[in-house]
């Protein structure tokens, strides 16, 4: 059965705090997405990756960042969280032209 | 990038048949159109795609006409459980592509 795993279903950090989400997904697909997700904004694409060691900017980047060290894995970073980033975030990946897997979501807090 | 518009909500009452229409005027032609559902704090799941006519699965039809610059999801009666967002998405068949969702549309299935 097909697998995208993220590793917090909740999450609580402080403000400025480093934040790290991870998403691994087990189906060798090409590409992977962060998104963020905040009642009534639906879902924004933050970055994405086509392949190892390669990210682009989604549509609101800004306080965020990306690693890619291998191909299952992509994380996102918050390098000092604030509470504007209090969100749900999901991770999804896609080979090409295949259906988009989501995991099932990280709530994070920023108190 | 084709962007999508679709009505933000619908109510429909159990055991009627839902059409959620979607507008995606400057779909490109390698663009396949995808739909996807979401319960609340979960991510979307891929329900359909299709590329031109009609598709249908167990779960739904979709219905493409010749120009492809809309396509209409179609729920055949619809039962509680189907209360959900409804997400159009067209989506590049080839190499590494920026996947955006647009803000979907809200069923709410009534008693």
């Known amino acids: 059965d097909v697998k995208v795993t993220q590793s917090s279903r909740y999450l609580v950090k402080r403000t400025g705090e480093k934040v790290f989400l991870e998403c691994v997904q087990d189906?060798?697909?090409?590409?992977m997405f962060w998104y963020r997700q905040d009642p009534g904004l639906g879902l924004r694409l933050i970055y994405f990756?086509?392949?190892?060691?390669?990210?682009e900017k989604g549509d609101i980047p800004e306080g965020y960042s990306v690693s890619r060290e291998k191909k299952e894995r992509f994380s996102l970073i918050l390098e000092s969280a604030s509470t504007n980033q209090t969100s749900m975030y999901l991770c999804?990946?896609?080979?090409?032209?295949?259906?988009?897997?989501f995991g099932s979501g990280t709530q994070l807090s920023v108190l | 990038l084709a962007k999508t518009t679709q009505p933000i909500s619908m109510d429909s009452y159990e055991g009627q048949e839902v059409n959620i229409t979607c507008s995606h005027n400057?779909?490109?032609?390698?663009?396949?159109i995808t739909w996807y559902q979401q319960f609340p704090s979960q991510g979307p799941r891929f329900i359909i795609q299709?590329?031109?006519t009609k598709v249908t699965n167990e779960v739904a039809s979709l219905f493409i006409p010749a120009d492809r610059k809309s396509s209409t999801l179609s729920l055949p009666r619809v039962s509680l459980s189907d209360t959900a967002v409804y997400y159009c998405?067209?989506?590049?068949?080839?190499?590494?592509?920026?996947?955006?969702f647009g803000t979907g549309t809200k069923l709410q299935v009534i008693p």
């Open positions: 299709g590329y031109k």
């Open positions: 189906m060798d697909h090409e590409n």
């Open positions: 400057n779909i490109a032609t390698n663009d396949y």
């Open positions: 999804a990946s896609t080979g090409y032209n295949e259906k988009l897997f």
């Open positions: 998405l067209p989506k590049y068949s080839g190499g590494y592509q920026k996947v955006t």
């Open positions: 990756s086509y392949d190892v060691k390669m990210k």
